[in-house]
C-alpha cells in the first residue's frame, strides 16, 4: 500500500528560526512529489520535484527530493508569523489507473512571534 | 484568472440525508478531483473525472459518487449520510490535457460538511 509519512505532525518555533519539514514515501510508479501550504481551507502549490538532487527555491522556502532514500524535505529559514500553515507533502504515480495524490497527514507549524 | 470554486462553503446534514457539493474550475481546466479532508486521516483521494468520464477512484464505498459535466463543473453526492462522513471536501483541478501529465493541482476552499 502506498505510503506517504511527514514528521513532525506539529512543530512551534519563534520568528526567525530554520525549520526543516520532512516527508518520507513509499509508492509504485514513482512520477513527482508535492508540497503544499494550507493556511485555511484552500492548500496552495508550493513545490513540484521530480529529480533527485536539483534543490527548488522560493523566497525563504526551499525543497529537495532523494529519490534512492525516499524522502524529501521542506526548509524554511528566516520564519515569520505568515509561515504558520500545515504543510501537506503528496506523491503522484504514473501509469494508468493511478488513484490520485497521496498526502500524508501534514506539519502544523506554528510561528511564534 | 478565477480559481476553482466550491459551493456551498458550510453544510449541516443529519444521518441518512443526502447532500451533493458542487465544484467549478478554474476556466480551461478538464481534470477535477475530488478529496475527502479529516483530521484523523489527512487528505484521502476519492475521484478524478476527465471530459465526463471517471478516470480514477480512490478507496470510498459506492455512498460517494460524482460527475462532471460538459463544461467540466463537477458534482459529487454522498447517499445515507454517517456521522464519520463529516470533513471538509476538496475539490481541485488541472488541465489535465491528453493522457494524464505532471501537473499540478489547483484547490478551492472546499465544503465544510457537518454530519449531526
Known amino acids: 500500500e502506498d505510503k506517504v509519512v511527514q514528521s513532525p505532525l506539529s512543530l512551534v518555533v519563534h520568528e526567525g528560526d530554520t525549520v526543516t519539514l520532512n516527508c518520507s514515501y513509499e509508492?509504485?510508479?514513482?512520477?513527482?512529489l508535492l508540497w503544499y501550504k494550507q493556511e485555511k481551507k484552500a492548500p496552495t502549490f508550493l513545490f513540484m520535484l521530480?529529480?533527485?538532487?536539483i534543490e527548488k527555491k522560493s523566497g525563504r522556502l526551499s525543497s529537495i527530493l532523494d529519490k534512492k532514500e525516499l524522502f524529501s524535505i521542506l526548509n524554511i529559514t528566516a520564519t515569520q508569523t505568515g509561515d504558520s500553515a500545515i504543510y501537506l507533502c503528496?506523491?503522484?504515480?504514473?501509469?494508468?489507473?493511478?488513484?490520485?495524490?497521496?498526502f500524508g497527514k501534514g506539519t502544523h507549524l506554528i510561528i511564534q512571534p | 484568472k478565477a480559481g476553482v470554486t466550491q459551493t456551498p462553503r458550510y453544510l449541516i446534514k443529519t444521518r441518512g440525508q443526502q447532500v451533493t457539493l458542487s465544484c467549478s474550475p478554474i476556466?480551461?481546466?478538464?481534470?477535477v478531483s475530488w478529496y475527502q479532508q479529516t483530521p484523523g486521516q489527512g487528505l484521502q483521494f476519492l475521484f478524478e473525472?476527465?471530459?465526463?468520464?471517471?478516470?480514477n477512484k480512490g478507496n470510498f464505498p459506492g455512498r460517494f459518487s460524482g460527475r462532471q459535466f460538459s463544461n467540466s463543473r463537477s458534482e459529487m453526492n454522498v447517499s445515507t449520510l454517517e456521522l464519520g462522513d463529516s470533513a471538509l471536501y476538496l475539490c481541485?483541478?488541472?488541465?489535465?490535457?491528453?493522457?494524464?501529465?505532471?501537473?499540478?493541482?489547483?484547490f478551492g476552499s472546499g465544503t465544510q460538511l457537518s454530519v449531526l
Open positions: 481541485a483541478s488541472r488541465p489535465g490535457q491528453g493522457a494524464r501529465s505532471n501537473e499540478k493541482l489547483f
Open positions: 509508492v509504485t510508479n514513482f512520477r513527482s
Open positions: 521530480t529529480s533527485s538532487g
Open positions: 503528496a506523491v503522484d504515480r504514473s501509469g494508468g489507473g493511478a488513484d490520485g495524490l497521496t
Open positions: 476556466s480551461g481546466h478538464r481534470s
Open positions: 473525472y476527465f471530459s465526463e468520464t471517471q478516470r
